[in-house]
Structures are given as structure tokens and as C-alpha cells.
């Protein structure tokens, strides 16, 4: 149990970090109102990817999960990062 612990409170908020820099890269609103979106929707996405860390049979999986959905964002983080420039 204590695994999925970890894994959910450090994967879940490196998973909903990510999905909001790819929200914040997205929306075509300007920049207060990006923050006001971070702010609103982080921690409810932070617990929603916690309780899918949960619902894993174990750490292990719950790892697996957090690290094909980071390296997806983190892939479409990148994109956009490397376009802007």
C-alpha cells in the first residue's frame, strides 16, 4: 500500500504538472486567464490521478501508468516548447 502511496502523491502531481503545461500551451486565452485555469483545475486533476494511481493492483503498475502517460505529455510539452522557439 505504501507503494502505491508514493507512486500516486510524486507520479500523480509530475503527471498533473505536465497535462497543465499542455493545457497552458493549448488554450488561447491570455496569460492571467491561463494561470486562473492552472490554478483551478491542478489540484482536482492532481487527486484524479492520484485515485487512478489507487485503483492499481500494485506500486509497480501504478509506476508503469504514471510513466506512459508522463512521456506522452512530456513528449507533447517538448513539441510545443521546441516550436515556440
Known amino acids: 500500500m505504501i507503494s502505491k502511496t508514493i507512486a500516486s ?3 500523480g502531481c509530475l ?5 497543465m503545461l499542455n493545457v497552458n500551451y493549448l488554450a488561447p ?20 490521478a492520484m485515485v487512478w494511481g489507487y485503483s492499481s493492483t500494485s506500486g509497480k503498475q501504478a509506476w508503469k501508468k504514471y510513466g506512459f502517460t508522463l512521456l506522452i505529455s512530456v ?7 521546441l516550436e515556440a522557439k
Open 29 to 48: 486565452v491570455p496569460f492571467d486567464v491561463k494561470l486562473l485555469i492552472g490554478v483551478l483545475i491542478s489540484f482536482p486533476l492532481w487527486v484524479a
Open 9 to 11: 502523491v510524486f507520479g
Open 75 to 81: 513528449s507533447i510539452n517538448a513539441f510545443f516548447l
Open 15 to 19: 503527471v498533473s504538472i505536465s497535462i
